[in-house]
């Protein structure tokens, strides 16, 4: 369960100090033929899908923050469309020659959701087509838990972002909580206060290539990011996962 309806520009800015989209941009252009059909799930504001539509790619893009997709609406972009919704209940007779989510989205999911949109994944692929996840695995979680936090994020504008997060971990269910309240100060000098939430399943990194084998996928790569550092079988950092059909084909 989550909840992420502030205003997108706010998200942008905090994104930027967290993400290497360059990194990202070229990974991502790297799996789909020139001119591909690319779909996000979990698209937040658009960022990824406006960088590759600029490169020729055909983009979709789906999140269920109405904030987000009227932002990224607001955006535009060459060759980009956006649907509002959750991942679980997206729905399309469009096959794509990459399906990608980033930011580890896919752990916001329970389990049980997880994997049949791992399924749903699998059928949208192209012939030959690649699917990308970057989840949050076990140790991300433990090694980088801080029951609270306060980060502080600037736009070029003058907006000034102070962020609180509470953080909890649920060892029994397997779950990650945050919590945060974003303090901002707008280019007028106005403050605002939006309070967020967001649970995430604590996934191993077997546990997730158990999902994928479930869903009819074959892993194909493993890095530790976008710049294919290696993958984090021990310490901080995310888990990005390059897959495609077992047979090489969709459904």
């Known amino acids: 369960m989550s909840s992420f309806e502030f205003p997108g520009e706010y998200y942008e800015i905090m994104r930027g100090d967290f993400r290497d989209l360059a990194a990202e941009t070229e990974f991502l252009s790297s799996l ?12 937040g ?10 490169r020729g790619f055909s983009c979709l893009g789906a999140d269920q923050s109405a904030c987000f ?25 469009d096959r794509f020659d990459l399906v990608y989510s980033l930011f580890m989205t896919l752990n916001y999911l329970p ?16 012939p030959g087509g690649h699917v990308v996840l970057e989840f949050g695995h076990l140790l991300n979680f433990v090694e980088g838990f801080q029951q609270h936090t ?11 972002i102070t962020r609180l997060a509470r953080q909890a971990i ?34 191993t990194g077997p546990e997730v290539r158990d999902l994928l084998d479930d869903a009819g996928l074959r892993t194909v790569a493993e890095y530790g990011g976008f710049r294919k550092e290696p993958a984090p079988f021990h310490g901080r950092g995310p888990l990005v996962i390059v897959a495609t059909a077992k047979d090489g084909d969709s459904e």
């Open 150 to 160: 306060v980060g502080h994020h600037r736009g070029d504008d003058g907006v000034l």
């Open 69 to 93: 997709i009227e932002y990224a609406r607001g955006r535009g972009g060459e060759g980009v469309e956006y649907v509002h919704g959750r991942a679980e209940d997206f729905v399309t007779d």
């Open 45 to 54: 504001t658009g960022t990824n899908l406006r960088e590759l539509g600029a």
């Open 32 to 43: 789909a033929p020139a001119g591909g059909r690319v779909l996000d799930l979990g698209c």
């Open 111 to 126: 389990r049980a959701e997880l994997r049949g949109v791992l399924r749903k994944v699998r059928g949208l692929l192209r």
């Open 170 to 203: 649920n060892p029994h269910a397997a779950n990650w909580r945050n919590e945060e309240t974003l303090l901002v100060r707008d280019r007028e000098g106005r403050v605002s206060l939006y309070d967020n939430f967001f649970d995430q399943a604590v996934l």
